[in-house]
């Protein structure tokens, strides 16, 4: 019940299209949905994040959409460039088991020029 | 304003060995998590530390222990290390507060933990 599926495993888009990664959770007692992204010896970077009580946020070319009712949330990159190739990682959290982070397997994005 | 400083960024054990590990958070975060990551297991918590008290530990043995000092650096020792524990170990951190509110949290690059 603490997993968050995500999917693909790896996405392969050309130039100025756009990415799509997508996570499913089961615990509806999660609030806190982040998305991070990974550059090969990095840490992960955060890079947008949104609570349940929204259904949409965008922040440049990166919008998370979220689903309460189907408990799906995800990641559109829209005008990927080759510099968004990465791995990128969707998380959750819950208020109960504090700041715990619970992250997908991760989606190996790789955008062709 | 710095980011999250790990220390050292490369380790090469030995099993059996004993390591630790060193998180510097930015400046004014009082929460410091950590996490490990492997090729198999993905990103997973090991624990997190708030005002010197670990609040919330993953499932992971006894054999991997952590602290936080008053400045709110954090340590993390993992002993008698086995081949399986060769891993990225990164440190997260975040403002805090005496809530469990969720806020941001900022990784450093990690640490590479090698058990040869």
């Known amino acids: 019940q603490q997993q968050v599926k995500q999917s693909p495993q790896s996405l392969i888009v050309q130039k100025g299209g756009i990415s799509i990664i997508n996570c499913a959770y089961e615990?509806?007692?999660?609030?806190?949905f982040p998305w991070y992204q990974q550059f090969p010896g990095k840490g992960p970077a955060l890079l947008i994040a949104?609570?349940?009580?929204?259904s949409e946020k965008k922040e440049g070319r990166f919008t998370i959409s979220f689903n309460k009712s189907a408990k799906q949330f995800s990641l559109h990159i829209m005008d990927s460039q080759p510099g968004d190739s990465a791995t990128y990682f969707c998380a959750a959290s819950m208020r109960e088991y504090g700041n715990k982070l619970v992250f997908g397997a991760g989606t190996i994005l790789r955008v062709k020029s | 304003k710095a980011g999250v400083t790990q220390t050292p960024r490369y380790l090469i054990k030995t099993r059996g060995q004993q390591v630790t590990l060193s998180c510097s958070p930015i400046s004014g975060h009082r929460s410091v998590s950590w996490y490990q990551q492997t090729p198999g297991q993905g990103l997973q918590f090991l624990f997190e530390?708030?005002?010197?008290?670990?609040?919330n530990k993953g499932n992971f043995p006894g054999r991997f222990s952590g602290r936080q000092f008053s400045n709110s650096r954090s340590e993390m020792n993992v002993s008698t290390l086995e081949l399986g524990d060769s891993a990225l170990y990164l440190c997260?951190?975040?403002?805090?507060?005496?809530?469990?509110?969720?806020?941001?949290?900022?990784f450093g690059q990690g640490t590479r933990l090698t058990v040869v």
């Open positions: 949104i609570r349940p009580d929204v």
């Open positions: 997260a951190s975040r403002t805090g507060t005496s809530s469990v509110e969720n806020t941001e949290a900022f």
């Open positions: 615990n509806t007692a999660f609030d806190y």
């Open positions: 530390y708030f005002s010197e008290t670990q609040r």
